[in-house]
């Protein structure tokens, strides 16, 4: 079993924790709001460290899930936290960092003696519960080689990309497809209702159709209830959408319909919908139809 540390306990880095310790590694987790780290410690029967510095100290292994890039590498270079790791253990960072944040970590702790993986991930609360998220691991391969087996607690597959920054590369590369999913079944429900038809008419339709993927099947409840619980919010999607964005115009690469969603979400959280759910959107788009 592993000693593990987990930097971030929203969401994903508590159901993460959870799955750690039914597994039976010894788990450490920090939060920059420490009432959060102190629930899920109580819930899973993790060890809450008082600083990010105190949780990696003699950690084999230290899983980053912070809110951005920003947040993220000012966590893992600073002095103290660099100064706590152990040589040859191995950090990932496992959140949507973005691809210039996946590379100056990598040589920041490669200079550390410490091994980087960028390992974002595909997947939700419920898919880490059911062990069923995919990794998209670049990076460090002998680092990727520490990891796999912890993250077989919640992953049911780890795919090597190559280089850091492939990771989050992918993962953006995912998650374009992701939101403008999101996006497109957002305005396809605005359509349908604008002649009345209700919507859970119209998405038993989507369901039975040729669209009826994955995503479109589990964000179900989401779309047709407000009081779903939130799975990933527009604020994060907006992030999300700016990195893509961003990412694509440095790559030379056209993402125009990537650019019209960004608009459409950044509209929804100026509005004050940023901390609903991202099939929120729908609603808003309804509305503003409605004029």
Not at 179 to 190: G, K, R
Not at 224 to 244: F, G, Q
Not at 263 to 273: F, P
Request: with cysteine; proline share 4%.
């Amino acid at each position: 079993m592993a000693d593990v540390a987990i930097l971030g306990t929203g969401r994903m880095g508590a159901a993460m924790a959870r799955k750690l310790v039914e597994a039976g590694h010894r788990v450490v987790v920090w939060n920059r709001t420490a009432s959060a780290a102190e629930v899920v410690a109580a819930e899973c029967g993790a060890t809450v460290a008082a600083s990010p510095a105190e949780a990696v100290a003699g950690a084999d292994l230290v899983f980053a899930m912070l809110s951005s890039g920003d947040v993220t590498t000012a966590v893992l270079l600073d002095g103290e936290v660099l100064a706590a790791l152990r040589p040859g253990s191995t950090v990932c960072d496992m959140a949507t960092s973005g691809v210039d944040a996946a590379r100056e970590l990598d040589v920041a702790l490669t200079r550390a003696g410490v091994l980087f993986v960028d390992a974002p991930v595909s997947g939700s609360v419920p898919t880490i519960a059911a062990g069923q998220v995919l990794v998209m691991a670049s990076g460090s391969r002998e680092g990727v080689h520490m990891a796999e087996p912890v993250l077989a607690a919640f992953a049911k597959r780890v795919v090597y990309v190559g280089a850091a920054g492939a990771g989050q590369a992918m993962k953006l590369a995912v998650n374009l497809a992701v939101h403008t999913l999101n996006a497109a079944i957002s305005e396809a429900l605005t359509l349908a209702r604008s002649v009345g038809v209700r919507p859970e008419v119209a998405y038993d339709i989507f369901q039975d159709s040729v669209v009826a993927a994955p995503f479109v099947n589990y964000k179900r409840p989401a779309f047709l209830d407000p009081e779903t619980p939130v799975a990933m919010s527009l604020d994060l999607t907006r992030k999300d959408l700016e990195l893509i964005t961003s990412f694509a115009a440095q790559q030379g690469v056209p993402v125009s319909v990537a650019d019209a969603v960004r608009d459409e979400v950044e509209r929804a959280v100026d509005a004050g919908m940023g901390d609903q759910d991202m099939a929120a959107l729908a609603r808003f788009l309804y509305s503003e139809s409605k004029g």
